[in-house]
């Protein structure tokens, strides 16, 4: 079975900075593209950043020129570098694998089981 481990969400005040982590496992060949999503209380989940195998990335308008995605693909993780922070960042933060070829099979997505990130004021 594929599994997404994130590490890294926690407390931080507003202007600071945290690092999200996750790595994903499993007799993996190949993942298209890994991402991170949020989720705050009572909203929808929401594309923050993401970034395909030949390095394109792709950002949510209210983090551009805040975060910064970065993928190893030989290791298959993927961070989330977080600047400035607000206090309208805070939410679940989900890791995302889309079109996973593995040796159960493919294209499959997965998503890790989600780390909160909490910007006081």
């Known amino acids: 079975q594929v599994q997404l481990v994130e590490s890294g969400g926690g407390l931080v005040q507003a202007g600071g900075s945290l690092r999200l982590s996750c790595a994903a496992s499993g007799s993996i060949f190949r993942i298209r593209a890994m991402g991170w999503y949020r989720q705050a209380p009572g909203k929808q989940r929401e594309l923050v950043a993401a970034?395909?195998?030949?390095?394109?990335?792709n950002y949510a308008d209210s983090v551009k020129g805040r975060f910064t995605i970065s993928r190893d693909n030989a290791k298959n993780t993927v961070r989330l570098q977080m600047n400035s922070l607000k206090p309208a960042d805070t939410a679940v933060y989900y890791c995302?694998?889309?079109?996973?070829?593995?040796?159960?099979?493919?294209?499959?997505?997965?998503w890790g089981q989600g780390t909160q990130v909490t910007v006081s004021s």
């Open positions: 970034i395909t195998s030949g390095g394109n990335t």
């Open positions: 995302n694998a889309r079109d996973v070829y593995s040796g159960y099979g493919g294209p499959d997505d997965y």
